[in-house]
């Protein structure tokens, strides 16, 4: 007798994923997916999927879902979880969209510590567009749009959205992950199934940052840029949790 | 003899090499007598004898490719 140790997680659909060869979305996806169902909510979950590479996320997660315009998913899910509060609401979201074009959103979202789940994918770059400069892409980093690498005299440091995100009084839960091992994929499912678990609570607002690679648009084997989440991101963007406000002796600024 | 077994679902492989990558016992390579569909050399386990099912190789890949069974 065997016993399957490993294999799909039915919280996926059968739809093969669009993304490029090593993209770390499939890994996260995999993860959200895996959470749902140990959560036992999958069938009472929907999914807010962005504009970005992840934008057909809807047709990849076997729950519901809608896709919302660029930078709007929590402006979505917050009226979605409002309507329907015993629903479980979750946006997925690119740091071009979560950090450029839908930096109002997110923040206040955070401020009215609505009860939905973020999960921010930090890959430094504009993926589906061609690899351009994000607001998080790293100083030096070479893009489409930064061919000499980024310079902070004209385009200012990166943005730290985690850190960030970690003073609004109202923000339940948030942390800073990676996926560029099967050590850290462990913790980073760990962080999301928290973050749902909050939800599930009704303890409030929670956000994983997840630091993930496009392996194209950074122009890199998919190994080598799973060493560059390690060795050039995370130097940068260090993990932990950054706020926890319902943690032993309340953490969070 | 029952023993441990990687089933690996080549037509969506897209031979991003991350599992071969990761596997302590170094038993995947792309096979580069295969094309599948989508235009990729898919991984292959050259040595299943040597596998200890970790599942390594399954939690890494993005897409969902290898299942992983365990003798037991
Ligand atoms: C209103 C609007 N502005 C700009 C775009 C073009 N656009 C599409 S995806 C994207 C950025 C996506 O980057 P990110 O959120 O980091 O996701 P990734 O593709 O890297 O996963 C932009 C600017 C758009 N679709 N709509
Ligand atoms: S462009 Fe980048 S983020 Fe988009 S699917 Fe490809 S590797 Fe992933
Ligand atoms: S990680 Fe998955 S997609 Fe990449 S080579 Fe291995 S089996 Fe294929």
């Known amino acids: 007798m065997s016993k399957v140790v490993y294999e799909k997680s039915r919280g996926l659909t059968d739809a093969p994923l669009t993304y490029?060869?090593?993209?770390?979305?499939?890994?996260?996806?995999?993860?959200?997916?895996?959470s749902l169902v140990e959560l036992d909510v999958l069938e009472n979950t929907i999914a807010i999927a962005?504009?970005?590479?992840s934008v057909l996320a809807y047709n990849f997660f076997n729950c519901d879902g809608v896709q919302a315009a660029h930078g709007r998913a929590p402006a979505v899910a917050t009226g979605i979880k409002r309507v329907i509060p015993d629903k479980i609401v979750f946006t997925y979201q690119g740091d071009g969209d979560l950090a450029s074009i839908g930096t109002a959103e997110i923040i206040h979202a955070a401020h009215r510590g609505d009860n939905f789940t973020v999960i921010f994918v930090n890959n430094a770059t504009y993926g589906m567009t061609g690899g351009?400069?994000?607001?998080?892409?790293?100083?030096?980093?070479?893009?489409s749009t930064s061919p000499y690498g980024r310079q902070e005299a004209t385009t200012g440091k990166p943005i730290k959205v985690s850190e960030l995100m970690a003073q609004i009084p109202s923000a339940a839960?948030?942390?800073?992950?990676?996926?560029?091992?099967?050590?850290?994929?462990?913790?980073?499912?760990?962080?999301?199934?928290?973050a749902f678990e909050y939800q599930i609570e009704g303890k409030g607002f929670s956000m994983v940052e997840v630091l993930a690679s496009c392996p194209i648009g950074w122009n890199m084997p998919p190994v080598e840029a799973a060493k560059?989440?390690?060795?050039?991101?995370?130097?940068?963007?260090?993990?932990?949790?950054?706020?926890?406000?319902?943690?032993?002796?309340g953490s969070g600024a | 003899m029952a023993?441990?077994?990687?089933?690996?679902?080549?037509?969506?492989?897209k031979?991003?090499?991350?599992?071969?990558?990761?596997?302590?016992?170094?038993?995947?390579?792309?096979?580069?007598?295969?094309?599948?569909?989508?235009?990729?050399?898919?991984?292959?386990?050259?040595?299943?004898?040597?596998?200890?099912?970790?599942?390594?190789?399954?939690?890494?890949?993005?897409?969902?490719?290898?299942?992983?069974?365990?003798?037991?």
């Open chain 1, 132 to 143: 351009q400069m994000a607001p998080t892409t790293l100083i030096n980093q070479k893009t």
């Open chain 1, 20 to 34: 490029c060869p090593g993209c770390s979305h499939g890994i996260i996806h995999k993860l959200v997916a895996e």
């Open chain 1, 50 to 53: 962005p504009v970005g590479c």
């Open chain 2, 3 to 13: 023993k441990n077994l990687i089933t690996i679902e080549e037509s969506l492989c």
């Open chain 1, 173 to 194: 839960y948030i942390e800073r992950v990676s996926v560029h091992d099967v050590q850290h994929i462990a913790k980073t499912k760990k962080a999301i199934k928290k």
């Open chain 2, 15 to 72: 031979g991003c090499f991350l599992c071969a990558d990761a596997c302590p016992k170094d038993i995947l390579s792309l096979d580069k007598s295969k094309v599948n569909a989508k235009g990729y050399n898919p991984i292959q386990c050259t040595d299943m004898d040597a596998c200890t099912a970790c599942a390594i190789c399954g939690r890494i890949c993005p897409d969902s490719v290898i299942r992983v069974e365990r003798d037991a």
């Open chain 1, 228 to 249: 560059f989440i390690a060795g050039g991101l995370m130097p940068y963007y260090p993990l932990g949790c950054y706020r926890d406000i319902h943690a032993e002796g």
